[in-house]
Nanobody, 125 residues
Framework: QVHLVESGGGLVQSGGSLRLSCLAA????????MAWWRQAPGKEREFVGG????????YYANAVKGRFTISRDNAKHMVYLQMNNLNPEDTAVYYC??????????????????WGQGTQVTVSS
């Protein structure tokens, strides 16, 4: 059984930083790509970025490229999302997700097998 738990959300001023963490309980964590998604009120869930199983390949949505960084620690079963230079448009619930090996596109939510419960990030102007 896989269980994903996000933490680290909160309220931050525009221009500030936050670091989100995701603990992935369950077997074979280091065999799977992971990703972060977000969902703002009234909007569809949006791909933020992903990381491959070994951590040596990351990819990001254009909206966050250059500001957000994803990393992982396989020994600790952790995935991180470092968010810098935040702006009010980044306000959303952020989700950690485990990507299915059969997934063809990292930005297709249907390609993810497990999701966390989410953590709220609010950026004030």
């Amino acid at each position: 059984q896989v269980h994903l738990v996000e933490s680290g959300g909160g309220l931050v001023q525009s221009g500030g930083s936050l670091r989100l963490s995701c603990l992935a309980a369950g077997p074979s964590f280091n065999m799977y790509s992971m990703a972060w998604w977000r969902q703002a009120p009234g909007k569809e869930r949006e791909f933020v970025g992903g990381i491959n199983w070994s951590g040596d390949n990351t990819y990001y949505a254009n909206a966050v490229k250059g500001r957000f960084t994803i990393s992982r620690d396989n020994a600790k079963h952790m995935v991180y999302l470092q968010m810098n230079n935040l702006n009010p448009e980044d306000t959303a619930v952020y989700y950690c997700a485990r990507r299915s090996p059969a997934s063809r596109r990292p930005d297709n939510p249907g390609g993810y097998e497990y999701w966390g419960q989410g953590t709220q990030v609010t950026v004030s102007s």
